[in-house]
T-cell receptor, first 112, second 116 residues
Framework: AQSVTQLGSHVSVSEGALVLLRCNYS??????LFWYVQYPNQGLQLLLK??????LVKGINGFEAEFKKSETSFHLTKPSAHMSDAAEYFC??????????FGTGTSLTVIP | GAGVSQSPRYKVAKRGQDVALRCDPI?????LFWYQQALGQGPEFLTY????????KSGLPSDRFFAERPEGSVSTLKIQRTQQEDSAVYLC??????????????FGPGTRLTVL
């Protein structure tokens, strides 16, 4: 089975600062990789995904993530945080067993 | 509707009660998934339907959990004799095609179940 590790259950950044949320996965075969965002009392919304091709993936709301096979990582970044980015972020893996495995989530706080 | 809807949004049950959670997927979506999200955790897979067929129920934690999708659209997750450890948010997701390869899952807002 896959495992997904998100380092840091809580991350705080100042408005306008760089956002970096870390995700590492375990897999002998590169899986499909995803970042989802969850706002309070809402369902999961897809931010971006990596399936094949370019390893730098751009998503909605100015987020991007880079797949690094050698590091088994898929960290999420945004150059400048907005107040509206405050939410829970989940990294997920879709493997050849056709199932999602989610990390435990990182809660992002944006300080004005 | 435009998205996946779930009802009720919140449910409080006394230990031992049975509960039923409903999911209305996006119209025309073949695949339907249920997930359990405990407090402070990521969603964990419970079960999968392709149309009305329940093809994977490997994630159901006990035989107290039962899911159905009799007409291939609306699905119900039933939990019998609820226990405190069943307290969680139950998420439903649907996707357009079968699960043979990845296609985007659209998530509902979830039902927050609290068992007292």
């Amino acid at each position: 089975a896959q495992s997904v590790t998100q380092l840091g259950s809580h991350v705080s950044v100042s408005e306008g600062a760089l956002v970096l949320l870390r995700c590492n996965y375990s897999s002998s075969v590169p899986p499909y990789l995803f970042w989802y965002v969850q706002y309070p009392n809402q369902g999961l919304q897809l931010l971006l995904k990596y399936t094949t091709g370019a390893t730098l993936v751009k998503g909605i709301n100015g987020f991007e993530a880079e797949f690094k096979k050698s590091e088994t990582s898929f960290h999420l970044t945004k150059p400048s945080a907005h107040m509206s980015d405050a939410a829970e972020y989940f990294c997920a893996v879709w493997d050849t067993g056709n199932q999602f495995y989610f990390g435990t989530g990182t809660s992002l706080t944006v300080i004005p | 509707g435009a998205g996946v809807s779930q009802s009720p949004r919140y449910k409080v049950a006394k230990r031992g009660q049975d509960v039923a959670l409903r999911c209305d997927p996006i119209s025309g979506h073949v695949s339907l998934f249920w997930y359990q999200q405990a407090l402070g955790q990521g969603p964990e897979f419970l079960t999968y339907f392709q149309n009305e067929a329940q093809l994977d129920k490997s994630g159901l934690p006990s035989d107290r959990f039962f899911a159905e999708r009799p007409e291939g659209s609306v699905s119900t997750l039933k939990i019998q004799r609820t226990q405190q450890e069943d307290s969680a948010v139950y998420l439903c997701a649907s996707s357009l095609r079968v699960k043979s390869s990845y296609n985007e899952q659209f998530f509902g807002p979830g039902t927050r179940l609290t068992v007292l």
